[in-house]
Every structure is written in C-alpha cells, then in structure tokens.
C-alpha cells in the first residue's frame, strides 16, 4: 500500500472516480438510446482537437473538449436530417477528425512522446490541470442531468410522444451528445480515445443485466465504473501493463460474468 503515498497515484485514483461519475451518469443515456456508434464517431472526432492543440501548444485536453463538441453537433445534425446516408456521414466524420490529428502532430516541430497516452490512455500521468478539468467538466454534467433529467428521459423512451407534447426533442438531443462528448473528454486521459467507448457503456451494461430501474441504474453505473478504474489501476501498476486496455480487461470481464449468470438464470 506505499504506492498509495506517491502523489502521481492519487491523482490517478481522483480522475479515475471522477470519470466513472461522470461515465455512470451519462453512460446509461448512451446504453438506452442504443448510441454508441455515435459516441464512438464523437471520440475519435476528438482526436483532431488534440493534435491541433500539440501544434498550438495548450493543454490537449481542452482541444479534444472543442473538437468533441463541435463534432457532436454535427453528428447530431447528421443523425437526425440525413438518415438515409448517416452510416456513411458519421464514419466519414470519425475518419475526418483521427486524421486532422495525426497531420496536426506530424507537423509540430520534435517528437511527442506522450502521444500514445492520448490513443490508449495513461492514467498514471494525470496532472493537476487534467483534475480542474475534469471537475469543472463534471459539475457541468451533473448539474445538466439535474436540470434536464426529464427531458432527456422523454427523448430516450419515448421521442415520439415527446414531439407530440411539443418538447423541443432535436436540441435537447443535441444537448446530450454535448454531454457525451465531454464525459469522453474525461475518459480519454485514461483508456484513450481508442478504448473510451467501453469505459462509456460498460459499467451502464452491466448495471443493466440486474436492474430494470432506469434510476438505479444510474448509481449501479457509477459504482461499476469506480471499481473498473479502481482495480485496474492497481493491476496495472503491480502488473507492469499499460493502465487503459487493463481497465478495460476488468470492465469485459465483469460484464461477461453478468451476461452469463444471466443467462443461466433464464435457463433455470
């Protein structure tokens, strides 16, 4: 337990329960309106944002937040107004923004060695001005949810009753994929842009296969997502493997314990 002493591992444990906050509440939205591959297309949109801030020189972070709110905004544009070429639309999108970034960071001057933590994460390099962020990014999710839980119910279980009760469905839609993309700005410090989306919908799933409450699957979600972090930061540590694809390893293999035993439970 001395690892717990070292400064860089608290903060790694800080910003891991502050993305599974963050990832438990947003996370079952993104599980029950089935949009996942959207997220995805916001996540690796993100990526040009990080290499436009590598060739500008401010904090990565705060460009994968830009660029993940612009391309939510789009995609969700794309999504609603254009749903015989969307498949098309949003994976140009996802291609679009993963190679804005990779021409970005080929043309910042010297080598960027922190560049993988960005695809695979590293929690483990989380810095103090990634903790402000990720707080400030949390408040505006939690306060958001509050505000608009209800709408945002509306829009996931039934979108066509809403619109007949004249609820404002397509911004309110968009305003959630703002929410999505900046819980995936939180999660990319620790499994990276490439494996965000399993820590995004993971601990939601699991909490799912035991719970029809779509309010207890909110806090079943959070705590999913703590103990994904959690353990697989130690694993990663006392195992010597990169932080990312361990928490993730952890997630997939909870959740399949949870898919089997229900489906043994079926069978009986």
Known sequence: MEILTYNFFQNALLIGILASIAC???????????????????AHSSFGGIGLAYFLG????????????????GIGVVSK???KNEDAAIGAMWSLGMAIGLVFIYLTPGYSADLFSYLFGNILMTSFTDLFLAVTLNIIIITSVFIFYRWFSAIIFDEEFAEVTNIATFPIYLFLLCL???????????VGVILVIALLTLPAASAQTFNKSF???IPWSIF?????????IF???????????????V????????????RLRLLQ
């Open 24 to 42: 438990g509440i947003i996370g079952p939205f993104v599980v029950a309106k089935r949009i996942s591959f959207l997220s995805g297309s916001i």
């Open 58 to 73: 401010f904090n990565p972070l705060i460009g994968a937040a830009i660029f993940s709110v612009m391309s939510a905004l």
């Open 81 to 83: 107004k254009f749903k």
């Open 180 to 190: 999505v993309a900046l819980t995936i700005v939180i999660l990319i410090r620790i």
């Open 215 to 217: 309010k207890k699957i």
């Open 224 to 232: 999913f997502g703590c103990l994904f972090t959690t353990t697989g």
């Open 235 to 249: 694993l990663s540590y006392y195992l010597n493997m990169p932080s990312g694809p361990m928490i993730i390893f």
């Open 251 to 262: 997630a997939c293999l909870v959740y399949a314990g949870f898919l089997i035993c229900d």
